[in-house]
């Protein structure tokens, strides 16, 4: 694994990922706060997804009734897909393809970046490594994941479990990456850590 600024002809492509509750949102932030481009793949699909996007004309037409002017009505498109997996590859295979233009779209605007960030959430269950430099992990105890998590409005533990099924477990995630950022503590130390991993991959 080489670290971009030896060559200087592209960005470290850096992989963001991290469980539910782990405070992913926060760390990716923390990066853009420090001027790395950072690309939210779950943002630019609510984009695409959205009033006007995209993706809207070939949602409508492989799940009739799940669009409006608001965009995707999520709660009846979800009720479709999550209870058939055909449905949800359907889906997929209308999702994925439009996001990945756009993050090509973006690694093209910011060629010049010594370090971009992927913001991925499935990137272990769903989207894999192919393309990036590395992978960081963004992890807590599970004690404080459940205590975040559980905070969150309308959520059960019932539901909690479900998540924490269909994702790949944190022990699992921090084995298989390239960094590990700690953030069962003060933001302080987060972002310490933060700023200490952009120092050595944008060097």
Do not use: C, W
């Not at 998590?149 to 998540?163: D, Q, S």
Request: net charge negative; glycine share 10%; charged share 25%.
């Amino acid at each position: 694994m080489s670290v971009n600024g030896t060559s200087g002809h592209r960005p470290f492509i850096l992989g963001l990922t991290g469980s539910i509750g782990m405070g992913k949102s926060t760390v990716a932030a923390m990066f853009r706060d420090a001027g790395v481009p950072v690309f939210d793949a779950d943002a630019e699909v609510h984009r695409l997804q959205g009033p006007d996007g995209l993706l809207i004309p070939a949602i409508e037409e492989a799940f009739p009734g799940t669009t409006g002017p608001e965009g995707v009505r999520r709660a009846d498109l979800g009720a479709i897909v999550f209870a058939d997996p055909q449905a949800l590859r359907r889906l997929e295979a209308i999702v994925h393809p439009a996001v990945a233009e756009e993050r090509f779209a973006f690694m093209e605007e910011n060629r010049d970046a010594p370090l971009i960030v992927f913001d991925i959430p499935l990137l272990y269950e769903k989207t894999g490594t192919r393309g990036l430099d590395g992978v960081a992990v963004v992890s807590a105890p599970a004690s404080v994941q459940r205590t975040r998590v559980l905070a969150r409005p309308n959520m059960t533990e019932a539901k909690f479990g479900e998540i924490l099924a269909l994702q790949v477990p944190d022990a699992e995630k921090r084995e298989r990456a390239d960094y590990i950022i700690e953030n069962g503590g003060p933001l302080e130390e987060t972002r310490a850590q933060v700023q200490s991993l952009i120092a050595a991959l944008a060097a």
